[in-house]
Structure formats: C-alpha cells, structure tokens
C-alpha cells in the first residue's frame, strides 16, 4: 500500500503556472508509476500525464507542451509543471500509483492507490 498527498493546487489567472506535487509513502517496490488525472465537475476523470520508474514519460494530447510530469525518487514525490494554463484546466487533480504492473497509461483501473485530489482553479 501506498499513500499519496498532492500539493501545490490553487487559483492562478489564465496563461499563469502552477506546479502540483506528489509525495509517496508507504511499502511498495520503489519508484512506482505515477500518474496524474484530473476531474472537473460532471466530468468524467482524465488523464493527464504519468512517468514510470526510469523517467519515460506519456501526456494527453491536451497537454502536451505545456504540462511536464517528472519526478525525484531520492524523496518519492513526483511533480506535475502547468505552465500556459487555461480555464478549462480548472480541475481537481489527483495522483495515482501503478505498484503492481507496468503499465502506465490512462487507464483508471490500472492503478491501485489514489491521492485525495487537489483542486486547481484557472481564472479568465
């Protein structure tokens, strides 16, 4: 079991930044896969980047070029850079471990253990 806690959510103006942070702990193989999914009201949960243990990395195309996944496995957090941020980012972003298998798309199943969210708000 692994538990995580995002940080870094807040409101910021469109075309601001923000980076969010997920810190792991708990038993688990080192360096799970991570991931980051985001949920805006009536929505459906979304994928929005994720990184396995050596660094590869994989985006929603929504994404792409303004968001960067990376991670820091000496103190088990994983960090997600927004940058050219848009109203329509405005979500509750969760982080999600991989420990049992090696998949890291965007599957939700595919993860086994959840964060509690934090919510980012885009202001227009």
């Known amino acids: 079991q692994v538990q995580l806690v995002e940080s870094g959510g807040g409101l910021v103006q469109v075309g601001g930044s923000l980076r969010l942070s997920c810190a792991a702990s708990?038993?688990?193989?080192?360096?799970?896969?991570i991931c980051w999914f985001r949920q805006a009201p009536q929505k459906e949960r979304e994928f929005v980047a994720a990184?396995?243990?050596?660094?590869?990395?994989s985006y929603a195309d929504v994404v792409k070029g303004r968001f960067s996944i990376s991670r820091e496995n000496a103190k088990n957090t994983v960090y997600l850079q927004m940058n050219s941020l848009k109203a329509e980012d405005s979500a509750v972003y969760y982080c999600?471990?991989?420990?049992?298998?090696?998949?890291?798309?965007?599957?939700?199943?595919?993860?086994?253990?959840w964060g509690q969210g934090t919510q980012v708000t885009v202001a227009s």
């Open positions: 708990g038993r688990a193989r080192s360096s799970p896969i």
């Open positions: 990184i396995n243990s050596v660094g590869i990395t």
């Open positions: 999600a471990a991989n420990t049992r298998t090696y998949y890291f798309g965007s599957r939700t199943t595919a993860y086994d253990n």
